[in-house]
């Protein structure tokens, strides 16, 4: 008999893996308590930008095999339940608010049958999985709970949900493995690896990485101030010590941070839940990346201030880019987005333009310039920003971008342009960690 799975929460995270679930022939229902959200889903649209996504949610719904609901009683008899809510972090301080997750193990825990599993997906602190257990165990006590953590890029999220290149599963009992395995056999069969692991384990794996990849974002910045100061460039560092096996050339690329609705909010709560309990100084060093990551902010408005004036009153400013990442359109904390407002707000006439995620940032930021149409965001600029690497800005032809502005500066806040070209066609180009001479 095939399983029969429900996916609470249809967000980001939530509406990716019903999706693909189903594509993995499982009869799928995703659960939400905002029905504008169902409805959009259940019609075929889905309500960011993913790419390859919505083709896929598109011909899921047309199989008979997905379905979206906001009544949880339609998931009374599904074997797993995969818990993909949000965990934000909360308004008055570093840690996760938690209320979805809780609110969702209530939700299903009276409804759900005996002997079904759920499944956290959601990034959550260590010991709440626990805490999740004992709760549903408490009402539901045929039930269990284990936790399955989510590795995905926003940009490629089917593809690492139908291809991971690991599987990491906290269970408690061989029953709760064998019911995961039956779900993955697919993935198994093409040998990703399988990780078995406890509860606390599951949880910290997720944070961890999250934490080692903010630290080599954090570190390659570090090293961009200390080119900048001697005269180096942070470009050719990077690329050499990338040759070393033992270090890796990717998420060495020196610009201005990490951003987006995971990294940040991830070391934050990691710090806040070490102090919980007893070990915050084994975290510490995650303060001093989170505040690297900010300060590369900072540092380009300065680059900015340095090419024009520390008066940008009535300076006509470009940014080409809003999302935190290309293949987006998610702006929770963009480095982008605040760059540009933090510029504005210091009297420049700023106009943004985005491939995909001008209506978000628009949601976020209504006072800043908005437009579809590169030309249109440079023309009379004083200096052009280049805050996401979205491929078409790679693909700009600068000789053309120079009759538009007035005043031919960019400063390449990723370092993903072709510095020898734009200055060729007669533009002072400048990145941070490089010599902008």
Not at 49 to 68: C, D, K, N
Not at 270 to 282: K, P, T, V, Y
Not at 343 to 362: M, Y
Request: negative net charge; charged residues 25%.
């Amino acid at each position: 008999m095939t399983l029969k799975i429900s996916v609470i929460g249809t967000g980001y995270l939530g509406a990716t893996h019903a999706a693909c679930m189903s594509s993995l022939g499982f009869e799928v229902i995703g659960i939400d308590i905002d029905p504008a959200k169902i409805a959009s889903l259940a019609s075929g649209t889905i309500p960011f930008y993913e790419p390859g996504l919505q083709e896929l949610l598109q011909v899921e719904l047309a199989s008979g095999r997905l379905s979206f609901s906001a009544n949880f009683h339609e998931i009374s008899d599904c074997d797993l339940h995969f818990i993909c809510v949000g965990t934000p972090q909360v308004k008055d301080g570093l840690a996760a608010d938690l209320t979805y997750v809780f609110g969702a193990i209530a939700a299903i825990a009276p409804i759900i049958k005996a002997g079904s599993l759920v499944v956290g997906k959601s990034t959550v602190p260590v010991g709440t999985a626990a805490k999740l257990r004992s709760k549903l165990l408490a009402i539901n006590p045929e039930a269990d709970l284990a936790w399955n953590p989510e590795f995905l890029r926003e940009g490629f999220a089917v593809e690492d949900t139908l291809k991971p290149n690991r599987l990491v599963v906290g269970v408690t009992n061989d029953r709760a493995e064998g019911l995961l395995r039956e779900v993955y056999a697919k993935n198994l069969a093409e040998e990703t690896p399988w990780v078995v692991a406890d509860l606390p384990t599951a949880e910290l794996v997720k944070v961890a990485a999250n934490s080692f990849l903010a630290t080599k974002i954090s570190f390659i910045n570090a090293m961009a101030e200390v080119c900048e100061a001697a005269g180096g460039d942070v470009t050719v560092l990077a690329k050499a010590i990338g040759y070393d096996p033992r270090i890796g050339s990717r998420f060495l690329q020196a610009g201005i941070g990490f951003g987006g609705g995971c990294l940040p909010k991830d070391i934050r709560a990691f710090m806040a839940r070490a102090q919980e309990l007893g070990a915050e100084q084994a975290l510490e060093f995650l303060r001093e990346i989170d505040s690297i990551n900010v300060r590369a902010r900072t540092r380009m408005i300065d680059l900015v201030r340095k090419d024009l004036s520390e008066d940008l009153r009535g300076r006509k400013i470009a940014v080409l880019g809003a999302a935190f990442k290309p293949d987006s359109d998610d702006v929770r904390d963009s480095p982008a987005l605040d760059i540009a407002a933090q510029i504005q707000a210091a009297g420049a006439l700023v106009t943004v333009h985005d491939p995909k995620a001008i209506e978000n940032a628009r949601r976020r930021f209504p006072v800043l310039n908005f437009t579809e149409e590169i030309n249109e965001c440079v023309v009379g600029a004083d200096l052009v920003l280049h805050l996401t690497e979205w491929k078409l800005y790679r693909e700009i032809d600068p000789a053309e971008l120079l009759k538009l502005v007035s005043n031919p500066i960019i400063i390449d806040g990723r370092n993903a342009l072709d510095r020898d070209r734009w200055r060729a066609a007669g533009w002072k180009f400048r990145a941070l960690g490089r010599s902008n001479i």
